[in-house]
Structures are given as structure tokens and as C-alpha cells.
């Protein structure tokens, strides 16, 4: 199992973080790995609403929350996609920092195919997701602190 760790100071009170974080369908404002989301679930929030995300250049995953603490913290695990992931999970917490919000991510996962799964990986998959993950911090900052997509996003 892999496991990436990020965080990013976000200039506004938890609450206003969380808004966004929270309206599983806006994903697709601020995130550039992200072409279109979708809520895919009866329920809009909370636990067990689920959202479906297509993937920029391709490929698409649906995934659940798994843990949702208003405020505080968000969890999303993998339901089905069309990557090479067995297990997926990643994490939000959200700590008053003075005027903002320190925002921390921890992302598990785990690749198909075994000992070659690893070795893409740590020759290219990693590195890639770590990049994306930038990315969705840097679009979050952004349009949570503007209230516009950021550039690129329009």
C-alpha cells in the first residue's frame, strides 16, 4: 500500500473550506485532473453518497464517503473505476490555522497486478498522483478563496 501525505494553508475558516470540499458535485470547478463529477447517490452528502468523476485526458472513478465530520473532516473510498487501483481511500482534515485553514490529505492505495503494480508505482504512478494532488490543492486554494475556477478551469 502506498501512502501520500499533502497539506495546504487555505485563507478562509474551516466552514467555508468544508462548503466546498463537502458539495461532492463541484469537484470538477477546481480539480484540473477532473473533466466532469457527478453526485451518483440518492443522498447528496454524508456517508454512503457517492459521486462519479471522469478523469482528464480519460478513464473515470466512482467513489463513497466513508467518514464525513462537518467542519472537521471528509474520507472517500473507491466504489469502481477504470484505473489499474485495487484500494483506494483518501482523507481530509480540516485545523483552524489563525485566519485560515491548514488542510492535510493522506491518500492510500494500492495498484493491481502484483509485483508489477508496485513496480509502476514507484517508476511512474506515484509521482503522478503526488502532482495531481498539488494540482486539486492549488485549484481548492484558489476557488475557496476567490469563489472562481481557477485559471484554466473555465
Known sequence: MTVL??????????????????????????????????IVSSAKNGPGSARRCDLTPGGWIKEQVADWQPHQSISFELVECTLPVRRLKHSYTLTPDGNGTLVRQRMEYELKFGPIGRLMDAVMVRGKWDAGIKGFFAGLKHYVETGQRPPGKA
Request: proline share 9%; net charge negative.
Open 5 to 38: 501525505e499533502n497539506s495546504i494553508r487555505i485563507s478562509a475558516p474551516p466552514e467555508k473550506v468544508w462548503s466546498v470540499l463537502a458539495s461532492l458535485g463541484l469537484l470538477d470547478q477546481y480539480d484540473p485532473g477532473i473533466r466532469k463529477s457527478e
